[in-house]
């Protein structure tokens, strides 16, 4: 699964519809999946640590899915061994220090959402 991380006010739902379903996460602070009502797709996230101003958008949801390629991959532990990581792409068990990773760019929209 891939997703896009984005400030929640530069999402548009275009027709219908989602609903949350609460998740357990590692961390504690929750984690909430909005999904179509119907099918049950998963389009986005919200986590307990970013609030709703931050969503976890599904990129396989988005008109043109191909246009975004990884530039991390978390949660590897539960990866099964027969799918390949592109070379030269981060990879980490769990999550990631973002401050050490992310472009000064992504984390000032970051800093500017968050506070």
Not at 72 to 89: C, M, N, Q, T
């Amino acid at each position: 699964m891939l997703n896009a991380l984005i400030e929640a006010d530069r999402v548009a739902l275009l027709s219908g519809d989602v609903e949350p379903f609460a998740v357990p996460t590692d961390s504690g602070k929750g984690h909430e999946i909005y999904r179509c009502p119907s099918c049950k797709v998963a389009v986005w996230s919200v986590y307990g640590g970013a609030g709703p101003k931050l969503r976890f958008v599904r990129v396989g949801t988005l008109d043109d899915p191909a246009a975004l390629t990884p530039d991390v991959h978390i949660y590897v532990r539960s990866k099964l061994p027969w799918i390949a990581l592109p070379e030269g792409v981060p990879a980490f068990d769990a999550y990631y220090d973002s401050r050490k990773l992310w472009p000064p760019a992504s984390l000032e929209r970051r800093r500017a959402v968050l506070g």
